[in-house]
């Protein structure tokens, strides 16, 4: 089976640094999303990763260890629209979302 | 560029009804997903479509059923609706087989009575 665990909510202020952290388990691996959704929103795609390694996109970076079974996400110089939910999924079998981790950044 | 984009955006069924979503992809985009969304249970995956061939389907009762059509457009079916299966209906499409980054549509809001 699969199972993906995030934290459910982390706090942050403007301008700052934030790590979001998913771990997993899986039946198979063809690579690891990130997914942005704010409240009422659909998500929209932030980042995938398929290699071990950090993948940079501007503000936001993931990083993976598939031996470790982890990944994260970093979001750099955070801003107020950020507030969202971060999601991770992983394709193995199939496609699977972690629960969502909701981000709150503080003036 | 057209997003993907989903009909109805709002629907309320009674409960044993059946239901009918559509969804049409980012023109181009051959793989068609869809996925349940619930403030309990999160998203998950109920099916993938690529070139008219249900590729992967999740661990949903048989009442939930979808199919591609020649354009790329996918439709997805609930039968015998339960109170259960309120919950936000997303499509996401993607240019590759791999699911490489998906673009969602905007949702199906489906409320059973």
């Known amino acids: 089976g699969q199972n993906i665990d995030q934290p459910t909510e982390m706090t942050a202020t403007e301008g700052a640094i934030v790590q979001i952290n998913c771990t997993y388990q899986?039946?198979?691996?063809?690579?690891l999303f990130w997914y942005q959704q704010h409240a009422g929103e659909a998500p929209t795609f932030l980042s995938y990763?398929?290699?071990?390694g950090l993948e940079e996109k501007g503000r936001f970076s993931s990083f993976l260890s598939r031996s470790k079974g982890y990944s994260y996400l970093l979001l750099k110089e955070l801003q107020m629209k950020d507030s969202a939910s971060y999601l991770c999924?992983?394709?193995?079998?199939?496609?699977?979302f972690g629960p969502g981790t909701r981000l709150s950044v503080l003036p | 560029k057209a997003g993907v984009t989903q009909t109805p955006r709002y629907l309320i069924k009674t409960r044993g009804q059946q239901v009918t979503l559509s969804c049409s992809p980012i023109?181009?985009?051959?793989?068609v997903s869809w996925y349940q969304q619930t403030p309990g249970q999160g998203l998950q995956f109920l099916f993938e479509?690529?070139?008219?061939?249900?590729?992967n389907k999740g661990n949903f009762p048989g009442r939930f059923s979808g199919r591609q059509f020649s354009n790329s457009r996918s439709e997805m079916n609930v039968s015998t609706l339960e109170l259960g299966d309120s919950a936000l209906y997303l499509c996401?499409?993607?240019?590759?087989?791999?699911?490489?980054?998906?673009?969602f549509g905007p949702g199906t809001r489906l409320t059973v009575t």
């Open positions: 996401a499409s993607s240019a590759t087989s791999d699911l490489h980054e998906q673009y």
């Open positions: 899986t039946s198979g691996f063809n690579g």
């Open positions: 990763n398929v290699l071990d």
């Open positions: 999924a992983v394709y193995g079998q199939n496609f699977v």
């Open positions: 023109s181009g985009h051959r793989s």
């Open positions: 479509y690529f070139s008219e061939t249900q590729r």
